[in-house]
């Protein structure tokens, strides 16, 4: 079946680096998004994955490991503002609807 | 370049009412993705269009209905309205052409349902 699973909730400090992981099963694969969703707004692009490795863009970077499932979002000097749901989907060559994962909630404190 | 702009943002309605959500997708785009996200869950897909058909839908119920325009633009109808519909409604656009395109939400439009 299709399946993505993600940690419900993290904490990290300010300054410091978290690594948020989204494993998946999927058929048909064609790349996995991160999206930034901050509390009441609308979830904003972060990245997409379509090859193995790293992409860094900035503070964020994201890693695809194919033949593993899975994947990683890496915040760095992390900020009061990055405080935030980081959502993971896929999306499949069959079909044109991205499969979701339920979001980790990123607490950061002082 | 315009984003994609939903009205209205925020609406408050009876039970049994019926409410209908608007959704203008980013210039060039055709495809259009409606969600609905509660307080807590993650993204509930409701159904995606494409030139004008309904390319996939999600399993929600006939109350939960949308169509699309020839120039894209989108719109969703929920009749019989319950107070379990209450929550933030996402459109989201991309270009459509390929599984792996970037989509792009707007600020979505919060429903109550009183």
């Known amino acids: 079946g299709q399946n993505i699973d993600q940690p419900t909730e993290m904490t990290a400090t300010e300054g410091a680096i978290v690594q948020i992981n989204c494993t998946y099963q999927?058929?048909?694969?064609?790349?996995l998004f991160w999206y930034q969703q901050h509390a009441g707004e609308a979830p904003t692009f972060l990245s997409y994955n379509v090859l193995d490795g790293l992409e860094e863009k900035g503070r964020f970077s994201s890693f695809l490991s194919r033949s593993k499932g899975y994947s990683y979002l890496l915040l760095k000097e992390l900020q009061m503002k990055d405080s935030a749901s980081y959502l993971c989907a896929v999306g499949r060559d069959s079909n044109y609807q991205l499969i979701w994962g339920a979001g980790t909630k990123l607490i950061i404190k002082p | 370049k315009a984003g994609v702009t939903q009205t209205p943002r925020y609406l408050i309605k009876t039970r049994g009412q019926q409410v209908t959500l608007s959704c203008s997708p980013i210039?060039?785009?055709?495809?259009v993705s409606w969600y609905q996200q509660t307080p807590g869950q993650g993204l509930q897909f409701l159904f995606e269009?494409?030139?004008?058909?309904?390319?996939n839908k999600g399993n929600f119920p006939g109350r939960f209905s949308g169509r699309q325009f020839s120039n894209s633009r989108s719109e969703m109808n929920v009749s019989t309205l319950e107070l379990g519909d209450s929550a933030l409604y996402l459109c989201a656009s991309s270009s459509g052409t390929d599984t792996g395109n970037t989509i792009y939400f707007g600020e979505g439009s919060w429903l109550t349902v009183v």
């Open positions: 999927t058929s048909g694969f064609n790349g």
């Open positions: 269009y494409f030139s004008e058909t309904q390319r």
């Open positions: 210039s060039g785009h055709r495809s």
